[in-house]
């Protein structure tokens, strides 16, 4: 039988190149795949580690305007207490 004319099963020649360009597509696609697939969990990673330092910032800028309001009552409170002392020497 010519090589050229394929086998008893009716394979063309050309068959070997077409199944490895079949598989090269495969291959490229299953890359890409692959790729993108990477891509998005780096993307997802550093997006929850911004959304985390955010959260983190945020509540440190609440917990420190707290703390500033709190240490301005604390002042506000000292001078009544002061002002009290004082108003009581002048009475007695």
Same mark, same amino acid.
Do not use: A, P, W
């Given at each position: 039988m010519n090589i050229l004319s394929g086998d008893r099963r009716g394979n063309h020649p050309s068959a070997p190149n077409r199944k490895r360009k079949c598989l090269k597509t495969i291959f490229q696609g299953v890359l890409g795949a692959m790729s993108f697939?990477?891509? /998005?969990? %780096?993307?997802? #990673? &550093?997006?929850? *580690? =911004? #959304?985390? *330092? !955010?959260?983190? =910032? +945020?509540? !440190? /800028?609440?917990? @420190? !305007?707290?703390?500033? *309001? %709190? @240490?301005? +009552? &604390?002042?506000? %409170?000292? &001078? +009544?207490n002061n002002n009290l002392e004082r108003s009581k020497y002048i009475y007695t």
């Open positions: 697939g990477v891509y /998005y969990q %780096i993307t997802s #990673n &550093k997006m929850m *580690e =911004l #959304n985390n *330092e !955010k959260q983190n =910032l +945020l509540h !440190k /800028y609440v917990m @420190d !305007k707290h703390q500033n *309001e %709190i @240490d301005e +009552l &604390k002042e506000q %409170i000292n &001078k +009544l």
